[in-house]
């Protein structure tokens, strides 16, 4: 059975209910680079998952980069004269600027004003400010809060820890026939925000939940990696997994309401991008596809000039577009269920494509072979669906050692689980054959490789 068809099996409400229900888990925990955050998080995706954990020490150095030291936060606030916290790291942990440094001290407004940070187009909202690799602290609040606060003392409180620690990051691996891999990478270090993060590690726990068990194609590497830092930490430390990476995806901003978005890998033509823009023309939700740009989340890294890996991302709104962006209007209302369990099905049919297409060779190319005879073909009295009988068509005829199932996809306009049904039926009647073995590369991919 396809991945696919398994899939849809699934109650689609129930598959939805429960990838929110985990984002919500997740919500309050305040995450950043480095820190208990992070780990809380990975023990929670390791109560559903095989996690093996990483702890990189402070201080290595990773290509251009080191490892920050570590930070962790129990509380912080700011304190009118009245002894009211006026802003409080216990309602929200986006009041603080994230990496802040530890400080207590007693200030006018005026001094503090320059560490406040809001948004007064949306005066309710509180923004999501970082300073990771530049020591500083500072409060996030709404516009409104700000302007509440009258002229005078402050008592401010950050009880921040910024020590040499580790930067940790967790890691799932599924072993296929081929040691030819998948990567599924997604970032897991944003405090209380949804959709940038939280949908991502959703789906992507998921996904690699429902391939555990299964008899697959290639083996899959998930991982749960601060954003930046975490992707080129793990580049740095593992160059011979680097190497086995056939196709990836970053997974990221996947349960709002917009519509799908993907940006290409910086090859362009890689067969990830070939497949996921297949999947998603087929999709029956709004998509579109984006040319690579060094700008974005992780993929950055993995298709920076000297990987160049096929590794493209997978969105639904596009960071920066979307005005919930960094904000705290991210939260739990702003991704749904039905959107996170079609993000789901997507990646899914994504997978389903990766793991059977090949190229086949018609053992009939003679004319075409006699369909009816064997029952394949369309008949008054029922027989093969139109779609059907066309995808077999389609498959005999350019299955001529050329041309992929995805090709054939492609030029027929017919969604690939079809037409690889339509092979595996004409390959149950000897009309059809492999034409190469499960891990040698295909004809997609050599083009894409031979190229820069
Ligand atoms: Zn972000």
Redesign the pocket.
């Known amino acids: 059975m396809s991945l696919l068809t398994d899939f849809n099996q699934r109650q689609a409400v129930e598959v939805g209910q429960e990838l929110h229900r985990f984002a919500a888990e997740l919500y309050p925990i305040c995450r950043s680079i480095t820190g208990d955050g992070i780990r809380q998080t990975l023990a929670m995706i390791q109560d559903r998952l095989p996690l093996r954990i990483h702890e990189v020490p402070s201080g290595t150095g990773v290509f251009d980069w080191t490892v920050p030291k570590e930070w962790n936060i129990r509380d912080a606030f700011i304190k009118a004269r009245d002894g009211q916290r006026v802003v409080d790291f216990q309602k929200s942990n986006l009041h603080v600027l994230n990496y802040s440094t530890p400080v207590h001290a007693t200030m006018p407004l005026g001094e503090l004003k320059p560490h406040l940070y809001t948004i007064p187009e949306h005066p309710d909202w509180i923004p ?1 400010r970082t300073s990771y690799y530049k020591p500083d602290w500072g409060f996030c609040l709404s516009h409104n809060q700000l302007l509440a606060l009258k002229d005078g003392e402050y008592e401010i409180s950050i009880d921040s820890t910024l020590e040499d620690g580790h930067l940790t990051y967790g890691e799932h691996y599924l072993a296929g026939r081929s040691a030819d891999e998948v990567l599924i990478s997604c ?1 897991a270090c ?1 405090p209380s ?1 949804a959709n ?2 939280l949908s991502g590690l959703a789906v992507a726990t998921f996904l690699a939940g429902f391939l555990c068990g299964r008899e697959l194609r290639y083996s899959y590497r998930f991982l749960f990696i601060p ?1 930046t830092i975490g992707a080129i930490t793990w580049l740095a430390r593992n160059p011979e997994a680097v190497g086995r990476i056939r196709h990836g995806l970053v997974l ?2 996947i349960g709002d309401a917009g519509g799908f978005h993907y940006k290409k890998s910086r090859r362009g033509n890689a067969e990830i991008d070939q497949v996921v823009a297949h999947v998603l023309r087929h999709s029956g939700e709004p998509s579109e596809i984006l040319e690579f740009s060094p700008y974005g ?1 992780d993929e950055r890294q993995y298709c920076s000039p000297g990987f160049n890996l096929p590794v493209g991302c997978l969105m639904r709104s596009v ?1 920066e577009r979307f005005p919930e ?2 904000t705290s209007a991210d939260n739990l209302d702003f991704i749904r269920p039905a959107q996170l369990a079609r993000a789901l099905r997507v990646c899914t049919a994504i997978l389903d494509v990766l793991e059977n297409n090949r190229a086949y060779r018609s053992e009939n190319p003679y004319c075409e072979p006699q369909l009816g005879r064997r029952g394949l073909y369309r008949s008054k009295d029922g027989g093969a669906s139109r779609e059907e009988m066309m995808a077999r068509l389609w498959v005999l005829n350019f299955s001529d050692g050329k041309h992929s199932l995805l090709d054939i996809a492609e030029r027929s306009g017919i969604f690939f689980p079809i037409l690889s049904e339509a092979a595996h039926v004409l390959c149950q009647q000897e009309l059809l054959s492999p034409l190469l073995s499960d891990d040698v590369v295909q004809a997609t991919e050599k083009v894409s490789r031979a190229l820069p």
């Open positions: 999501y970032h944003h925000l940038d993060n954003g990221t901003c989340y960071w962006y960094h």
